[in-house]
């Protein structure tokens, strides 16, 4: 409601009365109302409009945002929210460090400001820019022939084209053959269309099934060969599904928006940690949903889709889940020797509060506790250490006085006993460190996920409010 400026607000059975608004045409931008009334007239908002689909669970999907079922989304309300809590136009530089998928990068660009996206993960730089262009080629999106295109890919399964090599050798070991033969068509069918957002998004509505249709187990984190039956419908008509769900909903939402009205964005795959490009401008704001400490095997998840679509080859498969901010792995046992000792020694300069209760968890550890406790402590200095480099980074692309706003999961452990780790708390001490000034940490109520991440979700979450 910060947006409309109000002298005054009441409350009346299930409505808002905001009386005195000094921006009252500013109500058509809430997020978390379906109707205001104004001028005596009632009128939905535009948030409603976006994501009203006739069921009562809050929809997170709408225009680009469901694309691909990218693992870890952010929430796009809580980014609108925040872009209408400091009031954020069009003229605005918004900057996103760990863009994953885009959507910060989509709700800016809808909001008509330029937005810049950082992320390390190759997948998440894909979609977010595929998303992020479609609304510069929606025509041609909607007039493509999608049973034209499966036709020819059907012609040409089953060929000798394909070149042999150790992302060939790869794939196959986790597909079989009739099926590695369909993929790896439907890809080569693909790269012959000129348009690169018609092209990418071909790959990703097969990206979306392609673990369904492999043989790791869909319904497990971690790689383990298949127990359970293949899907009785035939990937051919997954496909063309998975296509046309995107086709429908993009042809849907898009429809009359002009394209000359909105800007191009800006994505880079590099770590949030690492040294800023010199051509990156100030930012008016950053906001971000940073992985939490320990966070979930995304590129396991993942890795058969950038094997398949040439992001990265199947030898660094590992080293990339490793490079992942709160990454649990580690690639060495040197490695591990190396942060238990700076987590002893502090040598990353790390703030008192960060630094002792990494050590107070190292001290409880007991010979009974199995490997992934016994590497707790260190791996939450490493995440500790990173995200203050990346304090220190974005610091220093900010305009002074902007905010930066991200939404972190609290963690747990077990050591000794069970135990919550206010993860939002113990960044602000490190954002601090870096020249950041604490505005407020607010708890936010986290939406119930499904599905394969369900059992390790975080069960809470907060919004950290930081000005340069």
Known sequence: MSLLQPDEITEDGKCLLAAGCKNPEASERLVYFSAYLLDGATR?????????????????RYFAH???????????QIVRAIMNIFNVDDNALVLDPFCGSGTS????QLQGCEAYGIDINPMAVFIAKIKTNIIFHQKDIAAFDIDRFVISVQ?????????????????????????????????????????????????????NILRDYSEQEPSDLRVRR???????????????????????KISQFYANRQPESYKH????????????????????LAVTSPPYATALPYIDTQRLSI?????????????????????????TKREQEKWLLAMRRNTKGLCETVTSFCQ???????????????????????????????????????????????VVGYNKTSIEEPQLIDTPALLAEEAKMQGFRLQEIIPLETYQRYGLHAKQSITGEALIILRA
């Open 44 to 60: 939905y908002t535009s948030q409603y409009v976006r994501e009203h689909n006739g069921g009562k669970k809050q929809n997170t």
């Open 66 to 76: 469901g694309i691909h079922e990218y693992k870890g989304k952010f929430n796009p």
């Open 105 to 108: 990068l989509l709700e800016a």
């Open 155 to 207: 012609q040409h399964a089953h060929s000798d084209y394909y070149t042999e090599n150790d992302r060939s050798e790869y794939l196959r070991s986790w597909f079989r053959e009739d099926i590695y033969d369909f993929i790896e068509s439907w890809r080569a069918e693909a790269n012959t269309i000129d348009n690169a957002t018609v092209r990418g998004l071909l790959l990703l509505s097969m990206s």
């Open 226 to 248: 298949r127990s359970s039956p293949y899907p009785e419908e035939s990937i051919s008509e997954a496909s063309v599904k998975s296509f046309l769900k995107c086709q429908t």
């Open 265 to 284: 964005t800006h994505i880079i795959n590099k770590s949030s940690s690492a040294v800023i490009p010199d051509d990156f401008p100030l930012f008016d």
């Open 307 to 331: 094997v398949w679509l040439g992001l990265d080859a199947p030898k660094n498969i590992r080293a990339l889940e490793c490079s992942l901010t709160g990454s649990r792995e580690t690639m």
């Open 360 to 406: 107070s968890l190292q001290s409880r550890l007991s010979s009974r506790d199995g490997f992934r406790k016994q590497n707790t402590p260190f791996l939450l200095y490493r995440y500790f250490a990173e995200m203050s480099q990346m304090f220190c980074r974005i610091h220093g692309v900010l305009k002074e006085g902007a905010y930066y706003c991200l």
